[in-house]
């Protein structure tokens, strides 16, 4: 069983500020099967990086995706009040299903 | 437009059962995964089961394995959960997604509003 590991539980900053997201597992994983969601209160999740660093549709390019191996990052390089939310980092394979990380829950300093 | 719309949700007592359902619009669904989550309160998201496009493969959270079980019906674009043996620990909004990529499993979009299980006495 995949683990992942996010870091910080919570990030504040402000807005026009650059946040940077980690997520760690627990061996070492393919990128094609790493994924970001952003959640907000009352919402479902909304799909924001496929193949760690592949924007889904949609997505502004100031979200980024990085990493290999065991450590993946998730960029946002200048922050919107909208970007304030949720986020969880995704595993999946067919034989384990999909993996979610604790989440990172990006708030308002 | 793509959509998916979740039904089904209640308060239900401890060891009751609950189905739950997903109508899907807006795409071809039988030719794609199919994928239930759950959000326990104040929680992260977890994985429940997933079902192949044609239905013949599924698989699920060691969680729910032998008390829930998935089911789709590709000519009613409807997607199931059916729940039995329900415990406190089920309680959460539960979702329906779609795969992002045809006939095979890769990350999910769109997604459903969700339905919200409660289990309690």
């Known amino acids: 069983e995949i683990v992942l590991t996010q870091s910080p539980g919570t990030l504040s900053l402000s807005p026009g500020e650059r946040a940077t997201l980690s997520c760690r597992a627990s061996?070492?994983?393919?990128?094609?099967?790493v994924a970001w969601y952003q959640q907000k209160p009352g919402q479902a999740p909304r799909l924001l990086i496929y193949d760690a660093s592949s924007r889904a549709t949609g997505i502004p390019d100031r979200f980024s995706g990085s990493g290999s191996g065991t450590d993946f990052t998730l960029t946002i390089s200048r922050l919107e009040p909208e970007d304030f939310a949720v986020y969880y980092c995704?595993?999946?394979?067919?034989?384990?299903?999909?993996?979610f990380g604790l989440g990172t829950k990006l708030e308002i300093k | 437009q793509e959509q998916l719309v979740e039904s089904g949700g209640d308060l239900v007592k401890p060891g009751g059962s609950l189905r739950l359902s997903c109508a899907a619009s807006?795409?071809?669904?039988?030719?794609?995964?199919m994928i239930w989550f759950r959000q326990a309160p104040g929680k992260g998201l977890e994985w429940v089961s997933y079902i192949s496009s044609s239905g013949s493969f599924t698989n699920y959270a060691d969680s729910v394995k032998g008390r829930f079980t998935i089911s789709r019906d590709n000519a009613k674009k409807s997607l199931y959960l059916q729940m039995n043996s329900l415990r406190a620990e089920d309680t959460a909004v539960y979702y329906c997604a779609r795969t992002m990529v045809q006939g095979v499993l890769t990350p999910l979009d769109p997604w459903g509003h969700g339905t919200l299980v409660t289990v309690s006495s």
């Open positions: 807006g795409f071809t669904f039988s030719d794609y995964y």
């Open positions: 061996q070492s994983v393919s990128t094609t099967y």
């Open positions: 995704q595993h999946y394979a067919s034989s384990m299903g999909y993996t």
